[in-house]
Each structure stands twice: as C-alpha cells, then as structure tokens.
C-alpha cells in the first residue's frame, strides 16, 4: 500500500519555466504547493561546470550519452531518454528532446527571450490561416513586464511592429563578427538589433550582473542567467510553502466521482513504487508533450479518452519552430588579431522579422540568429580543418596548429526560426503497445510540414547565403535541394514543441480556456508550452513563463472566490 502523503494546495509536475513559475507566484500569494519533478537535483551554484577548461577533462568536453550537447553542457537529458522510448508513425520524421533535472531544459537553454507580438495573437484575423488565441497582447502584456523585472532581460528599445519592446538591462556591444554581420544586414535591409536575451548587465534581486565568460549553457554559477531553480525555485522555497520532490515520475491525475482532480500518482523512481500525493488543484507543466502524455494516460468513467480531452484536441495540433541554418567562410576573419570576444553565452544581435508576407510566397516570418566568433574551443571544434576553403590540408605538429590559428573565428553561421502553421498531421497519441520502463504507455508521433514552411525555409536558405556573400564570405556547402526540404530540420529538432493541449474559445474544440483552465475539470491547470495556441516567429519560452504567472493569479482568485 502506498503511503499516504499530506494533502497540498497545488500540485505542480514538472520544474522548467512553466513549473517554476506557477510556484513562485503561487507560494508568494500563500499557497502551499508540492512540486513532482522526474529528474535529480540542480543547482548551478554546485553544479555548474561553467569554470573548468576542456582538459580538465579527459574527454575535452565531448558529448556523452546524457549530455548530447558537451560534457560541460548543464542539462541532463537528451534526443533519446533512456528507458523511456517513444515512437513514431511510419514516414514521420521526428525528435524529441526531454531534460530530466531540476529545472527541466532552462538549464541550458539560449535565453532568446522574446515576447510574441499582438498580431500573433490573432493570425487567422489577418490571413484566415491557423487560429485565433482566446486572450490579446494586452492581456499578456503586463506579465511579460512582470517577468522581464522579476527574471531580467538585455535589450533595445527599437519600436519595430509586432516585436514589442519589454523592460531592459542594457544591451552588451556586438563584437567583431556580430560588427560584420550587421554591417551586410544594413545594406541588404534587413533589421539588426541587439539581442534580448535573459542574462542580467545589472544586479537584480541580490543576483551578480553577468561577468561575459560565454559559458551560459553550463549553467551559471552567479546566477547572472536565468534557470528556474535559481531564480524562481529556490526563492520560493524560502517561503517554507514549497515542497520539491524529485526523481517522480507522474503517470496519472487522479479524479473524484465529480470528475474533479484528486491528486497525482507517480512513481518514485529511488524504490520503484507508485506512490500518491493529493492536492485541491492539480497543475500539469511537464512540456507540451508529456502534459498531453499524462493526459491521455489519466481515464476514468468520467473522462473516457483521458483527462480534458471531451473534444478529442489533447495532442493535436502539436508544433515546432521552423528551422534551418547556413554557415559561411569569411576570409576577412582570417588571421584575426587578437581581440577582447568576450560576451554572453549567446548572440549580442539578432535579427527580428522584417519583410511583408503580402509581397512573399509564404505566411509568417523568421527570425535570424548568429553565430560566430573566438569562443573556448571544446572537443571537435573547426570541424575537419583540411575540408575548408584555400585550406593546406591542416598536416601535424606546428602546421596543423598553424592552420587552427588561421581558420579559427573566420567561420560564422546564420539560423532561421519561423513560424509553422498547425495542422491536422501533426500530433501526438498514446502507442496502443509500447510502454516506458515505470509501465506508462508512451508518445507515438506523427508530423507533416505544410508547403508554406518549405517556401519560408527556402527563403531562409536564400537569405543567409546572400548575407555570407555580402561580407565576402562563401556559403560552406550547396543549397538544399527541393527534394531535400530545402534543408527544413525535422519536426521537434529545433525544441520549441508547442500545442497539444490548446487553449480556445469553446470546450468544443480545445482542452483548456483563457485561464488554462481545463474545460473538463475546472481544479486542473496546464502551464506549459501545451496551452499555446499557435507558434510565432519568436522563441516560446517567454510567452511560456507570463502565461504561468497569469494562471498562477488566476488560481489565487479562484481559490479566494472558492471556485476551486
Ligand atoms: C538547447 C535548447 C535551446 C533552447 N533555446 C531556447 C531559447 O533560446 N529561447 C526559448 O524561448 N526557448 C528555448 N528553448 C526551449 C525552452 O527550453 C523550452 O521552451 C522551455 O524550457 C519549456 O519549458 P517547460 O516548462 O514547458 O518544459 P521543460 O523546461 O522541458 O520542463 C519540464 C520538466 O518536467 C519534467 N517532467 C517531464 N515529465 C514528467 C513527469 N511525467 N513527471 C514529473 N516530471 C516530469 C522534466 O523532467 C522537466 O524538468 C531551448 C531548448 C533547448 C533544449
Ligand atoms: S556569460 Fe554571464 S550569464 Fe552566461 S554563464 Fe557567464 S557570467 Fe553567467
């Protein structure tokens, strides 16, 4: 028999930006909240490998099975969990990255925070494509302000349509490369602004300003950069109302004959056992797609085909960012004189959309981001150094480090993220056979890219080509053929999965209201990527974290009102 647990306010699965944020908020208002996370502990003042060099490590940094991006990378997880498959209809071409740890992927994340602009809030208002969202930018807007003072963002105030400026640190300088690619971003039209990124130039809330060593993807051990546990969970601890428990796996939200959530059961993954936590509201945040995963795996007499799926819309019209990149040889950075590159772990510009669709053969735009420059080189960096232009084949000893020096920075890459349209071949459901290690059935998924997002990743491909021609450069590689997806990245590839677990307008046709309330079931809550209604030509994660904290409000109403 498992062992009955204290009863909490709010349950909350999952840690990462939406988990974290909905604690922070809800224990600041007097909730006392238990938090179910699947991984082991983080924390980045420990843990973080931001200060070592490549041979304090025999590997010099190489990718190991739990750390695909490095060795030194802060998050845990990966393309491939394992003991926890999922699977794929056939044809589909799709992956799905999961972080298993404190904090979920906001450990190593870009920190490209941007906010979705008003237009799109309402897309199928102006194009007829796609959906509406229930809620406008000014309903989300003084949440993103709250946001940017509370976690704190760099950036420019630049007054550009549909990209609404927030509330800044200021920006650090481009540096040499980044000076280059503005200077071909210029001519050719194309706006070039600083980035906004969540890596604080000033303090904020007893947190050091950023000291530039370029390693925010190890994590940082200054907290300068956000990652939830540092700047929203441990925090709220300090209220003594939060409760963390890691290493739980949730399988299921329990319900009551009213069909009301009751509580989640999970697994302990320490002994193996199925254990029980009851709770008056039920809050799910463990990533669009695993929310919808729990979802379906939570059936009863009263929610036949899961739980706050009466409209059958719990994993569908899952999204991804669109992607592809280019990277260019620039002579000119050849045999660079030696220079101050530090900086951020992150580009210091970025290039927000700035073309009319009415004039182009696709919907929605991309935007571009850069990269470039003198970093700590890590195992494998420069590639195969005998395979780049005018090189003399790299050889051994002096030579070969000869040629690094010569090469090294003189490379820079261009990537796209775009905006892809719902459709109905994108989703996700429970494989009727295939189940992970703790017995829970998993994902299997299906993805189609739509024609638009073909044309707009041909364009990316045109453009980024013309800018590395621009600064005298040579694209590194052909164009992507047609037949190739015009080097489109598969579905889940660029890790901005959305959907799945929708907002709406009616119980109709989605899972939740505006408040991410579940329409079935008004005691649960979804505060991950799942509510979004559509993409945008931004990163998620800052709509992510200002769509939390206004649920976050909304349950302390409700809770006040006695509705819940
Ligand atoms: C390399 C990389 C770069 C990125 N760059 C950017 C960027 O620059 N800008 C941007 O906006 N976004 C970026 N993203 C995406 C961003 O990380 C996500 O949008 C964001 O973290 C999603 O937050 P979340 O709360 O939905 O989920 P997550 O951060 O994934 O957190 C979910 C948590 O739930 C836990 N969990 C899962 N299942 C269960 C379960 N059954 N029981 C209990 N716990 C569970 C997981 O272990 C995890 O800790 C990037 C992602 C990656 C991987
Ligand atoms: S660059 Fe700044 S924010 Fe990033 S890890 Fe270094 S000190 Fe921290």
């Known amino acids: 028999m498992p062992q009955r647990q204290p ?28 938090m179910l996370e699947a991984g082991a502990w983080w924390d980045n003042t420990k843990d973080s490998a931001m200060l070592k060099f490549p041979y304090d490590s025999p590997r010099r940094g190489a990718s190991t ?66 959906d509406d969202w229930p809620i406008t930018y000014n309903d989300i807007a003084p949440y993103y302000d709250q946001v940017d003072q509370l976690i ?71 907290n300068s950069n956000f990652s939830s546990p540092n700047v929203l969970l441990f925090p709220a601890q300090k209220t003594g109302r939060l409760t963390i428990t890691v290493n739980a796996m949730a399988r299921e939200v329990a319900t009551d004959a009213q069909g009301l959530a009751t509580g989640v059961h999970y697994i302990d993954k320490a002994t193996g056992k199925d254990e029980f936590v009851a709770a008056k509201v039920v809050v799910l945040a463990a990533s669009a797609c695993e929310s919808a995963r729990i979802l379906l795996n939570s059936r009863s007499a009263r929610h036949p085909q899961g739980l706050a799926n009466s409209s059958g819309v719990v994993g569908k019209y899952l999204t991804d960012t669109t992607g592809t990149d280019v990277a260019g ?27 009319d669709n009415k004039k182009l053969d696709f ?35 002096k030579a070969l480090k000869d040629e690094y020096r010569r090469y090294y920075g003189s490379t820079i890459g261009f990537s796209g993220r775009g905006e892809q349209i719902p459709n109905a071949d994108s989703y996700c459901e429970l494989d009727p056979t295939v189940k992970d290690r703790y017995g829970i059935p998993v994902l299997r998924f299906h993805w189609k890219w739509r024609d638009d997002e073909y044309r707009q990743v041909r364009h990316m491909q045109e453009t980024f080509r013309a800018l590395i021609r621009e600064m ?83 349950i302390t109403q409700q809770r006040k009102a006695g509705a819940i």
């Open 363 to 397: 919907p929605r735009g991309y935007h571009i981001e850069v990269w470039g420059g003198l970093g700590v080189p890590s195992y494998g960096f420069g590639g195969g150094i005998q395979g780049m232009p005018q090189s003399r084949g790299g050889g051994y000893g």
């Open 65 to 130: 099975t739990e750390r695909p991006f490095g060795e030194f990378d802060a998050c845990i997880g990966g393309w491939q969990v394992e003991g926890e498959p999922y699977t794929k209809a056939d044809g589909t071409k799709f992956d799905w990255w999961r972080a298993r740890m404190l904090g979920g992927r906001t450990n190593h994340w870009g920190r490209i925070s941007l906010r979705f602009g008003p237009d799109d809030f309402r897309r199928k208002s102006l194009d007829g494509l796609g």
């Open 472 to 554: 005298g450069g040579e694209p590194m590689g052909d164009m992507p053929s047609k037949e190739r997806g015009y080097g489109i990245a598969n579905g889940g590839a660029i890790i901005h999965e959305l959907g799945c677990v929708r907002m709406g307008a009616t119980a109709r046709d989605s899972a939740l209201n505006a408040h991410c309330q579940a329409w079935d079931c008004k005691n649960l809550f979804v505060t991950d990527g799942g509510s979004f209604v559509s993409q945008a030509d931004k990163n998620p994660t800052w709509t992510i974290l200002a769509l939390a904290w206004r649920t976050a409000d909304y």
């Open 152 to 222: 704190g963002i760099f950036g420019s105030k630049e007054n550009l349509p549909n990209h609404p400026d927030g509330v800044f640190h200021e920006a650090p300088r481009p540096r040499c490369y980044e000076l280059h690619v503005k200077r071909a971003a210029d001519k050719m039209g194309i706006w070039c602004i600083p980035a906004r990124l969540s890596v604080i130039t000033q303090p904020l809330n007893g947190r050091a300003p950023c000291h530039y060593c370029g390693q925010c993807n190890r994590g940082c051990m200054t």
């Open 7 to 34: 009863s909490y306010d709010v349950c909350i699965v999952g840690s990462g930006a939406g988990g974290a944020m909905t604690a922070h908020a809800l224990t600041q208002a007097g909730a006392n909240v238990i």
């Open 329 to 355: 040889f620039v002579p000119q950075l050849m045999d660079h004189v030696p220079h101050n590159c530090d900086g951020v772990g992150g580009g210091h510009i970025y290039m927000p959309w700035w073309l």
